[in-house]
């Protein structure tokens, strides 16, 4: 494809979920390796999504570097009775810079609901943080035909009356679910096609700050197709899994939304 890029008011920003993986060593090995191989001002913004259990190590290993980290999920309340949750504010208090919200796996696999994402996306902006909102179709909507009201109706749901003080403070994923974890990514085009969609619909909620809020792409990104995606004119990054729990490999995908 031959669209080419024109602005540069959007800096790349490319993170590494790592779901449930790494324990406390392998996390602090990871970390070490990829201070080393970032240079001390990169080109690109780079988070890392540990799980809750590493948050403590990603603090330390990445202190006086500028790569970030966030965490996978916060509970929007700050405190209470929720055995078993993490807080946001406990995540803020560890330095969390970002929270991943409406991720398929928690939409579809804790039954986190339209009105629990929207709770988590306002309380990421309350205390601090920046929500990187996944929104994505399934195959069957996609089959469907249902594509764009699918997202567009988890952008309404979650994003309806949210006030900004800067358009920094939000991040889009666009993830169609059947492509995480599959080794099936979408196809560049529709997903140009998607992110551009995005941003109209942004544009119409936000005004002008629309030019200016990231959206990633997400699903089975790897070395080998990154630059497909990262050099579309409305991608602004990429939400890795799989490809992004070797800190080499990693590296390799971030480089590819140099500009
Ligand atoms: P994947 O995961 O890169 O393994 O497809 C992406 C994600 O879940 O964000």
Not at 95 to 102: E, I, K, P, Q, V
Not at 104 to 124: C, I, P
Request: net charge negative; proline share 6%; with cysteine.
């Amino acid at each position: 494809m031959s669209i080419e890029r024109e602005d540069d008011m959007r800096k790349p920003l490319v993170a590494a979920n790592w779901k449930m993986h790494h324990t406390q060593a392998s996390a602090s090995a990871y970390l070490r390796r990829l201070v080393e191989l970032v240079p001390d001002d990169p080109p690109l913004e780079l988070v890392i999504f540990p799980p809750a259990t590493a948050l403590h190590i990603a603090k330390a290993e990445l202190a006086g570097t500028k790569i970030y980290f966030g965490a996978q999920n916060a509970h929007p309340d700050p405190k209470g009775a929720f055995t078993g949750e993490i807080s946001i504010l406990q995540v803020a208090d560890l330095g969390a810079r970002f929270l991943l919200c409406g991720h398929s796996e928690r939409r579809l696999l804790f039954h986190e609901d339209d009105e629990f994402v929207a709770a988590k996306v306002r309380a990421a902006i309350k205390w601090g943080l920046v929500p990187i909102l996944c929104v994505g179709e399934k195959l069957s909507d996609r089959q469907a035909g249902r594509t764009w009201s699918v997202v567009q109706q988890q952008l309404v749901a979650s994003l309806t009356g949210i006030e900004l003080k800067n358009p920094a403070q939000l991040v889009i994923a666009y993830e169609p679910v059947w492509a995480i974890g599959t080794g099936v990514p979408a196809l560049p085009a529709d997903v140009q096609d998607m992110a551009r969609r995005i941003r109209g619909w942004l544009r119409q909620t936000l005004g002008d700050w629309a030019e200016e809020i990231r959206i990633q792409y997400g699903g089975s990104v790897t070395p080998e197709n990154a630059r497909d995606f990262l050099q579309l004119p409305d991608i602004d990054g990429a939400l890795v899994g799989g490809a992004s729990l070797d800190p080499e490999t990693f590296w390799v995908i971030a480089q590819a939304g140099v500009r």
